[in-house]
């Protein structure tokens, strides 16, 4: 069962998520906070697999609180909720380590597949929106890590296409592989590098001028 706590300032937004949420056999909402200061409480209290983190509140906003939030031992996955697509404050979120971001009024399917697929361990950006991301981040001309060099010719090859947005099915269709071969290139790409998931692989390229 995949635990999600929502924040949102917006009781009738929360209200609207709680309901789609909870009708999945997968899924509870464990908990609620209509402010970043409440999810720090929220976060202790209930421990969620999952939080859906609105960025702009009173009282504390989503960027402090997921700051927090991912400085403790073992934190739950934060997705970013934003009314604007990729604005400044969504960029600056997943710098600070969140999963993603969706667009508040993003499809119900949507985002049920994409509290699933944080929830895995992988990332909610979507494709279409990799170069809009990257025109939020300060170009910064830092020397590529030696352990980029430790990567396969193949492995370079796969990063490039993983950075610039294409899921795993559109470079096994690309590169003709399997999607698992693709999946076992990426994780043997990302532990390489010391990376998290494909949000931090997107930001390495681009901070590295990679992309």
């Excluded at 997943?94 to 361990?121: C, M, N, W, Y």
């Excluded at 909610?124 to 981040?137: G, M, N, Q």
Aim: net charge negative; no cysteine; aromatic share 6%.
């Amino acid at each position: 069962m995949i635990r999600v706590l929502l924040v949102d300032d917006q009781a009738l937004f929360r209200a609207g998520i709680r309901m789609l949420v909870s009708s999945q056999p997968d899924m509870e909402v464990v908990g609620e906070a209509g402010n970043g200061q409440e999810a720090l409480a929220a976060v202790s209290a209930h421990r969620p697999d999952v939080v859906l983190m609105d960025i702009r509140m009173p009282v504390m906003d989503g960027l402090t609180a997921t700051a927090e939030i991912l400085t403790r031992p073992e934190p739950p996955r934060v997705v970013m909720l934003t009314t604007f697509d990729l604005d400044e404050a969504a960029a600056r979120a997943i710098r600070q380590g969140a999963s993603g971001f969706l667009l508040k009024d993003a499809e119900p399917e949507f985002l049920l597949a994409a509290i699933r697929t944080v929830h895995s361990g992988s990332s909610v950006i979507a494709a279409s929106a990799t170069r809009e991301l990257f025109a939020h981040f300060t170009p910064e001309t830092r020397p590529v890590p030696e352990s980029f060099a430790s990567l396969t010719d193949r492995e370079q090859e796969i990063f490039a296409l993983a950075a610039r947005g294409l899921s795993n099915a559109e470079i096994a269709g690309r590169e003709f592989l399997s999607e698992a071969t693709v999946k076992t290139h990426i994780s043997r790409i990302l532990t390489k590098l010391a990376l998290r998931d494909r949000v931090q692989l997107v930001v390495f390229a681009f901070e590295h001028g990679l992309a």
